[in-house]
């Protein structure tokens, strides 16, 4: 006689589940069983099986797509986008994006004053609570599929006594041409963090359960060091990778 | 009268601590109000009070400690290790790793011989299937502090014809050298995913609940741009960023 399983049952059904999805028993994309079947298989009533299924999309192993059913997901699979981070200067000095991606803003960008936060005064190297012109916007790319939190600070000081104290400069990357006309040779840092979204942040990006944020800080830089601006990136962390150059 | 709020109890529990997390009522690394004194506040019973618990868990924004209790996290803290990310190469050819961590493994490394899976095959650029020397270590830092999983896929055919054909060639960071040695000049790309761990990724690297995996694939180049070997690191999420010169 094969030992008890002591797991409770919506866990062994999870465990069924996963280990189907790992081997390719139930391949990506493909609807899993229906609950009844698992219900019947497991001897257990729905709750318990739904129980088992809301474990594995917080895991972001199934995807539960409104009257269509639960679908498998593969974590072995390479996302559809590859998303090239980068700055190319063109032969007449302009600054462009790598990544080759139209991104265009879903809503219009929203221009705001705030105060340096400590995390990211540290990141800029200023007093925290030092006021920073704020550019936010919700962009997206291939119809829709793709889609980003953009965010751009740039520091008042870093604009003092400049043709931008009275008139705020474009946000990135249209920003970097404004800080080469300022006479500044740029340098890019970039620091990638990931954690699960803010409920608001899940709304806008349209985040499946289960779905972690890449989070991407980009510092820009002088020639000797000195950060100028920054931006955020928050992207999703499914179907969707970034490359680097190393 | 202020409307009523709808939500059901849990839920409201968890909104009003995420917002006080979020805005610093509960700051960061301090124990969230008892579950007695939220079960009072909002007049429901304590089970009630662990559902709401839970969500917040699930997002990475609270953590339990065994016996201590339940204490906040801030999704904006900026990391305690940065993880520079890059190689160097020292005057006398050397290559060496320029994330200035001292990694030793935590377990004896396990070395296989394994088939490319579909995934991998395309990134190496070899047929799938072609068998791959495959090793994997648990590497540990800063007193067992930081954690990665490390697995190395050197494609058979890349030995072909050279004394590593017999014995295999050791790991990387090692490797580079023995394939420098082999006459190749080295470029490196990363690819930067991340997804919610599996249960034998939690337990190897002690993710606590609602904490994602940072997952980076190191392919190593020739000049040429031919793909030479793999590297697969998962990394904990919490508390670590990683860091790309651009």
């Known amino acids: 006689m094969p030992p008890k399983n002591t797991q409770p049952k919506y866990r062994q059904i999870a465990d069924y589940l996963r280990e189907g999805i790992l081997d390719g028993t139930f391949p990506a994309g493909q609807p899993l069983p229906s609950e009844e079947a698992l219900a019947k298989q497991f001897g257990v009533t729905r709750p318990t099986v739904r129980q088992g299924l809301t474990e594995l999309r917080a895991s972001g192993l199934v995807e539960a797509i409104m009257g269509r059913g639960t679908f498998a997901r593969s ?82 000081s870093v604009l003092l ?5 009275e008139t705020p400069p474009p946000p990135a990357p249209q920003l970097y041409n404004a800080l080469a006309e300022l006479g500044h040779e740029l340098h890019f840092t970039e620091y990638v963090r990931t954690r699960m979204p803010l409920p608001d942040q899940a709304q806008a990006l349209r985040l499946a359960d289960g779905v972690p944020l890449l989070h991407v800080l980009r510092v820009t830089l002088t020639t000797a060091g000195k950060p100028l601006t920054l931006e955020e990136l928050h992207l999703p962390g499914h179907d969707l990778e970034l490359a680097f150059g190393l």
Chains 1, 2 share one sequence.
Do not use: C
């Open 75 to 156: 974590p072995y699979n390479r996302p559809s986008f590859t998303y090239p981070r980068g700055v190319r200067r063109s032969p007449d000095g302009q600054y462009t994006e790598a990544d080759g991606i139209r991104w265009t803003d879903a809503e219009k960008p929203t221009a705001t004053r705030t105060d340096a936060p400590l995390a990211l005064a540290d990141l800029l190297r200023i007093p925290p609570g030092e006021p920073l012109f704020t550019y936010d916007a919700l962009q997206t790319a291939d119809q829709g599929y793709l889609r980003q939190l953009h965010r751009t600070y740039v520091p008042f």
């Open 161 to 165: 006594g400049t043709k931008y104290e």
